[in-house]
């Protein structure tokens, strides 16, 4: 279904629309899809559940979009962050529209999503049809800046991961980001989604990155304390969850809950969640010296860039629960 030599007709006629809408560039859009068309066939192996290949591709048309917008604005281009296909994906579409302006909303659908002329949008609307030129017009402004907001940007916090780089950080309406050009390897290290009440209240209206993460270090370190198997609330909906432990690609421990109510997954690692220890955060400017088992338990050892001062937290070797500090 993603293979580009095998896709049908109107799925394609969909991307195109879809590239168009979110460049705000008809001329370019066919070659927006046909690159990300080319490129969900070379990371094909990663689509394990064809139920999700439409919102994949959608997803990955838009990573497509963004780094077009961001080579065109001259801007330097991030490494692309292929979305992994079995996370829940919002509505791509949907939550890129939120972004308008609601009179250009239904103006920019009409014309972009459903492919209708200036003439048909104007008798739906009961406008003129200059009045639709003018609701496309800004509907393309707001959506190029909203673009340009969602660049990545040197934060003025030290990585704490390896102490040596600013974090780069990228906020949008929906979500604030971070990583590090010297040790993410192209991944986002950090996300807090904005559009969860939990994380709303807890970074907004902060700006340091370091604020943010002794205040979400503080949350997880509360929130995770059981370790694997505790029970627990979810962030965006209220419903119980359970905590699980999880290790991801390349070898990173962490605790995870996943709601089944609501499909919101929120994960923590253990060195996030030892970022909300007093002596840990007393460390300043750190980085992480390294995550090693020993004697039935997982120690994280953070270290101070100056100094020669470690703190050293202790979590279970199985359900990943805090034993302590020191
Ligand atoms: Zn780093
Ligand atoms: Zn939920």
């Not at 010297?182 to 904005?194: F, M, Q």
């Not at 994280?300 to 805090?322: K, M, Q």
């Amino acid at each position: 279904m993603v293979d580009a030599g095998v896709c049908r007709g109107s799925e394609r006629a969909r991307l195109v629309r879809l590239c168009a809408a979110i460049s705000g560039d008809r001329e370019v859009a066919e070659d927006l899809a046909q690159e990300t068309l080319l490129e969900a066939w070379r990371h094909r192996h990663k689509l394990t559940d064809a139920r999700g290949a439409d919102r994949w591709l959608a997803a990955i048309a838009r990573n497509v979009c963004l780094r077009w917008s961001r080579t065109r604005s001259g801007l330097p281009v991030p490494v692309a962050e292929l979305p992994e296909p079995t996370a829940p994906a919002e509505d791509d579409i949907a939550e890129l529209l939120e972004l308008l302006p609601p009179q250009s909303r239904d103006a920019m659908v009409q014309r972009y999503v459903h492919d209708r002329t200036h003439q048909e949008i104007a008798g739906s609307l009961g406008i003129s049809s200059a009045a639709v030129s003018m609701r496309l017009t800004r509907g393309k402004q707001s959506l190029r800046q909203a673009l340009a907001e969602a660049e990545w940007r040197p934060s003025g916090s030290t990585c704490p991961q390896c102490g040596t780089r600013k974090l780069l950080m990228r906020r949008t309406p929906t979500e604030i980001e971070f990583t590090c050009a010297s040790c993410a390897r192209g991944d986002v290290l950090v996300r807090y989604p904005l559009d969860n009440p939990q994380f709303a209240r807890l970074v907004s209206g902060l700006h340091r990155p370091t604020a943010m993460f002794r205040r979400v270090g503080e949350w997880a370190l509360h929130y995770f304390s059981g370790g694997a198997g505790a029970d627990a609330v979810c962030t965006r909906c209220g419903q119980p969850v359970t905590v699980r432990a999880h290790v991801r690609q390349g070898g990173n421990r962490g605790l995870y809950v996943s709601c089944a109510g609501c499909g919101e997954e929120v994960w923590s690692s253990l060195a996030g969640i030892s970022n909300g220890l007093p002596a840990v955060r007393e460390l300043r400017p750190r980085r992480l010296l390294e995550v090693r088992e020993e004697r039935g338990l997982i120690a994280v050892v953070h270290g101070s860039l100056g100094g020669g001062r470690t703190v050293e937290a202790a979590f279970d070797r199985t359900t990943y629960a805090l034993l302590g500090a020191a």
